[in-house]
């Protein structure tokens, strides 16, 4: 009887010893277990690695993913731009070089085959080019002197062109000498005798009426101080015409309106001597001077611009009814 009172005694106290070191274990990991959390080192490990793993995971496929899409869709757009890009400069420079091989062939076509491009009135061509033409006009609106300072023939006294528009007032106006209505050269203090050379000391050019007639002298002086004349008859009065000359080393054209009138031959070169135009009013007026450093082609001079004046751009009146005849005294 006392032997099992004593067992059980034993295994009450095995039994208490068990409850009160289970309750120490469980007190024991009680102080380093989180606030508010009912599960076990292991559940809590698990669930903050897992939580963590988690984000971290989520927010770094998550930033890559974002990244990447931006990333490829502005490469998309820089390759769509670039694409874009090298196709348009690629259509200039065809344009380009397509321009370019179209220029040589026109140019060679122009300069070795047949003129295309038509640089100055008068020249052989197909398409005019404005801007071209080389010649310098004087007497728009009046006439006076030019100085030889100022022509585009100043040190040239052959190798030249040049127009006029004259429209001859008072033809009835007779003189013992020839009638001058511009020259290039000196004249004499006092006329005498009936050629040029009686007004005139030295001369490159000289045109003039006749003393009584209405026929026109166009003249120059050659070396030998002969003169060179080409003698245009009855020309119009009270009328604009256009006289065109060019002068050469070894001869001369005569043109009215444009149409080949004389040409002569010179027994000598021109005289070397340059000098200021100078106009003589009172007989005619002279309008539309033009000069050209170069002698100019048929051609050239019938379609040269500006066009023959009008009579009415002359604003000139009737013809006098009477006239006195000059005197060389």
Not at 163 to 183: G, W
Not at 286 to 292: D, G, I, S
């Amino acid at each position: 009887m006392a032997t099992s009172t004593a067992s059980s005694n034993t295994s009450e106290t095995v039994l208490n010893a068990i409850k009160r070191i289970a309750s120490q274990e469980q007190g024991a990991s009680s102080w380093w277990k989180p606030k508010g959390e009912n599960s076990s080192l292991s559940s809590w490990f698990g669930k903050k690695n897992t939580s963590h793993s988690s984000t971290n995971t989520t927010g770094l496929f998550g930033r890559l993913f974002s990244t990447g899409t931006a990333a490829a869709a502005a490469t998309a757009a820089n390759a769509t731009d670039n694409v874009n890009g090298f196709r348009v400069s690629h259509m200039v420079a065809y344009v380009f070089a397509i321009l370019c091989v179209l220029l040589i062939i026109i140019l060679f076509v122009h300069f070795f085959i047949t003129p295309i491009f038509r640089l100055r009135p008068g020249t052989p061509g197909l398409v005019s080019i404005p801007g071209w033409d080389d010649g310098t006009l004087y007497w728009s609106s009046s006439s006076s002197v030019l100085p030889n300072e100022s022509l585009p023939i100043r040190n040239q006294s052959y190798g030249y062109s040049f127009q006029v528009d004259i429209m001859i007032e008072n033809p009835l106006a007779f003189s013992k000498t020839p009638r001058l209505l511009f020259h290039r050269g000196v004249a004499k203090e006092t006329p005498s005798g009936e050629t040029l050379l009686g007004v005139l000391e030295r001369y490159n050019l000289a045109v003039a009426l006749t003393p009584d007639t209405n026929d026109l002298l166009v003249s120059v002086l050659n070396q030998r101080h002969g003169m060179e004349i080409s003698l245009l008859p009855n020309v119009p009065v009270q009328t604009p015409f256009r006289l065109s000359g060019v002068i050469m080393e070894q001869g001369m054209e005569v043109y009215l309106n444009g149409q080949l009138m004389k040409t002569r031959r010179f027994e000598a070169p021109p005289l070397d001597m340059t000098g200021d135009i100078v106009p003589q009013p009172g007989l005619a007026t002279l309008r539309q001077l033009k000069l050209w450093g170069r002698m100019l082609s048929a051609s050239e001079i019938r379609e040269s611009t500006p066009a023959l004046l009008t009579a009415k751009d002359f604003n000139l009146g009737p013809i006098p009814s009477s006239t006195s005849c000059a005197s060389s005294s």
